[in-house]
Structures are given as C-alpha cells and as structure tokens.
C-alpha cells in the first residue's frame, strides 16, 4: 500500500527551528512533484510548498517564503520541510501530499492525489 508517513511534529517553543520529514515508504513517487500542506484550527487546508522530482525547482505560497525551505534526499525517499523561527500562527497540521501523474507545477489541492496522515505542530509563545 502506497504510504506517505510524515514525522517531526511536536509542541515548540516559538522562535525555534522545525524539521519535519515524510517517507515515501513504497519509494512510487520518486519521479512526482511533491509538496506539503498545513491546516490551521478552524481554517482551509493550505499550500506551502512543493518541489519537482530532481529536487532543482520549488514552489512557496507568498507568505511562506523565506521562512519554510522544501527539500528532497531521493536516495533515502523523503522530503523534509524546514520551519525557520517558528510562531504561534504556525501552529498547524502538517500534511505530505504527492502529486498527480504528469503533474510537474503543483500549487493547488487538486493537484495532489496521494496524501499522508499529517503531523501536528503546536508553537507556544
């Protein structure tokens, strides 16, 4: 069964650095665009970030730029998101999603089709 499995979360103080990561555990989306979300009490699930299957382009929603880096290590099937100074409105699940096949810019809901379970981040201030 194809697994996304995301790790990392935990309760953080703000102001410090994050590093969530997600295994593709059955390595089928090694040559997908792959991405991660969050969803924020009472809010829509949003885009964060993706990053192509060599690792070489990557995507931010607006506001997370500068803050939040995507990266890949093909080699062991994960990608990571890192969290630079935290704050309390970066509390959150954290969701690992892959994209459609064929889907190489992947920036919406409906791009993705493979989703993990998600890792809660709670910042307290």
């Known amino acids: 069964q194809v697994q996304l499995v995301e790790s990392g979360g935990g309760t953080v103080q703000a102001g410090a650095s994050l590093r969530l990561s997600c295994v593709d555990s059955?390595?089928?989306?090694?040559?997908?665009?792959m991405g991660w979300f969050r969803q924020r009490p009472g809010k829509d699930r949003e885009f964060v970030a993706s990053?192509?299957?060599?690792?070489?382009?990557?995507d931010y929603k607006d506001s997370m730029k500068g803050r939040f880096t995507i990266s890949r290590n093909s080699a062991k099937s994960t990608i990571y998101l890192q969290i630079h100074t935290v704050k309390p409105e970066d509390t959150a699940v954290y969701y690992c999603?892959?994209?459609?096949?064929?889907?190489?810019?992947?920036?919406?809901?409906?791009?993705?089709?493979?989703w993990g379970q998600g890792t809660q981040v709670t910042v307290s201030s």
């Open positions: 999603a892959a994209a459609k096949a064929g889907v190489r810019v992947a920036t919406t809901l409906t791009d993705f089709g493979s």
């Open positions: 059955e390595r089928a989306f090694s040559d997908y665009t």
């Open positions: 990053i192509s299957w060599t690792g070489l382009n990557t």
